[in-house]
């Protein structure tokens, strides 16, 4: 478990936090910014649950570089991680928590545009691929005045289509591709399939029992059958964490 106090001092630049992530491990965020959440933590809960022994990952769009980091903290100790984040501030802050956690010679963040990286940087395939993509249009959703958050939520850098293209290019023979989404929305299934990627299956997930599903995660590969996961539930009527989610926080390292 995360200790509450950082393991060492560390100079903070205006606006920044450093803060517990899992385990032994902390992340420096923005104050008002961007910062990993649930979906986050979803998401690398299903890709490590799916392939406990993998040894690369590619998370794109890494943000802040919590999902990778929460799927390092599950693999194997020679497992390697490369994330590929457009924004530099968010980059800078990934590559920090990499230092700061002593695991650059495991990690490294590419300061990228996805859609380009196919073409510039990483010439080898992966057996997990991790994304969670903003999914909302650009003109659809109220825009936030801070640019790294308007990043992380409007479609500004690539949509679905993109990513799902993107990991097919770099997806490795009998690899996994996980994506968290909006639940409400059917264009994953359609970038899925234009992007010749199987859909293996997909797991609605429920915040509170009694309400619609908020996001849903979809694994995908190069072949195979779908059989999608019973509805995953965050909360009780009452608001409570389910035992279920407790159960995941304590697979993840974190306090149930």
Not at 157 to 177: E, P, T
Not at 224 to 233: H, I, P, Q, S, Y
């Amino acid at each position: 478990m995360t200790s509450d106090h950082p393991p060492r001092s560390v100079t903070l630049a205006p606006g920044e936090t450093l803060g517990p992530l899992a385990g032994p491990w902390w992340i420096f965020q923005l104050h008002a910014g961007h910062r990993w959440n649930t979906d986050d933590l979803l998401l690398a809960w299903a890709a490590s649950t799916l392939r406990p022994g993998a040894l690369s990952v590619l998370d794109l769009g890494c943000g802040v570089g919590s999902v990778g980091l929460l799927c390092l903290l599950r693999l194997p100790n020679t497992a390697r991680l490369v994330g590929v984040e457009v924004q530099k501030v968010s980059a800078e802050l990934a590559q920090r928590s990499l230092h700061y956690n002593g695991l650059e010679a495991r990690a490294r963040v590419c300061c990228a545009d996805l859609r380009d990286f196919e073409a510039n940087q990483a010439p080898s395939l992966f057996e997990l691929i991790t994304a969670n993509p903003p999914y909302i249009a650009f003109g659809a959703g109220k825009v936030s005045p801070h640019p790294q958050r308007a990043a992380a939520r409007l479609e500004l850098h690539g949509d679905v289509f993109d990513y799902c293209r993107v990991a097919r290019r770099h997806l490795a023979k009998g690899g996994r591709f996980v994506l968290c989404h909006s639940a409400s929305d059917g264009r994953p299934e359609e970038a899925i399939q234009s992007a010749e990627l199987a859909l293996l299956s997909r797991q609605d997930v429920i915040f509170r029992r009694g309400k619609a599903p908020t996001i849903a995660l979809f694994t995908c590969g190069h072949e195979g059958t779908r059989e999608d996961a019973e509805d995953f539930v965050i909360r009780d009527v009452l608001g409570q964490r389910t035992e279920a989610f407790r159960a995941l926080r304590r697979q993840m390292f974190m306090k149930g």
